[in-house]
């Protein structure tokens, strides 16, 4: 079994269809691995729900998926985040609420947790340090996590029962070996990547070979931001999109 990971599609429906692609090029996956907000800050939230759904999948929630259907508030949200999310609420269809009203919080699949910021806090927690990580492993049993939500590929490792905990950023290319340590793996965001680098972020774990391998995917970036200009939403969304931030 081939499994596809995505996280923060985050209605970017041209990066979306880019990783589709890419997969389908690679030799195709079984399934889809959704880490949470499908939805929030680009042009195209119901298409990318109806997009996803046309696909063997599981997804969990993020907080962006939440706060469009009022499960969750926009007062911890940043300004232009909050407008996005609110633009994006009145986009969905009742049946793309449904769809979100139905996401777990978290999935265990086998040897893996599924969650979209932290196993300590599935919805809200950034998990980008060492000391972050080491106190989430305590928070999940299987030996794998894979998390989204930072918008960065990154892998932490628990090396041994001292705690000791490393961490590294995943770049194109990278394969992993899954093995004895337990790992907790961010694919990286496929609709708005903060790594510096603009490029579409995933990866396709092979449960047989027990590998995973992370991509970057070119996109067509200007067509996105179009939509967002016709859309009238936020300029920093526009711009950031080019720049990977």
């Known amino acids: ?14 990066a979306f269809e880019s990783v589709l692609q890419d997969i389908e ?3 195709d996956c079984d399934q889809i691995w959704c880490l949470g907000d499908v939805v929030g800050y680009g042009p195209d939230p119901g298409q990318c729900i109806k997009l996803l ?33 609110h633009w994006t609420a009145q986009q969905l269809t009742d049946d793309d609420i449904s769809y979100l009203e139905n996401l777990p919080l978290n999935l265990c699949q086998g040897d893996f947790t599924l969650v979209h910021g932290s196993p300590r806090e599935p919805i809200w927690e950034y998990l980008l340090s060492t000391r972050a990580a080491r106190d989430n492993f305590g928070y999940f049993e299987t030996s794998f996590c894979f998390i989204g939500h930072s918008h960065v590929p990154l892998v ?23 093995g004895e340590h337990r790992l907790i793996i961010n694919p990286g965001g496929v609709g708005q990547p903060r790594d510096g680098d603009p490029r579409a972020s995933y990866g396709i774990y092979d449960a047989e ?37």
């Open 1 to 14: 079994m081939r499994y596809a990971i995505l996280a923060d599609i985050h209605s970017n429906l041209a």
């Open 25 to 27: 090029a690679k030799g």
């Open 53 to 85: 759904r046309e696909y063997n999948h599981l997804c969990i929630a993020g907080n962006h998926d939440w706060a469009a259907i009022h499960k969750i508030d926009t007062s911890d949200f940043n300004p232009v985040a909050a407008e996005a999310c």
């Open 156 to 178: 932490f490792e628990y090396v041994d029962q001292s705690g000791k905990c490393t961490l590294r950023q995943l770049e194109a290319g990278d394969v992993l070996e899954l």
């Open 209 to 245: 070979a027990k590998v995973y391998y992370h991509y970057r995917v070119e996109y067509d970036i200007r067509a996105t931001q179009r939509r967002l200009v016709e859309a009238g939403l936020p300029l920093p969304l526009i711009l950031r999109l080019s720049q990977g931030i």
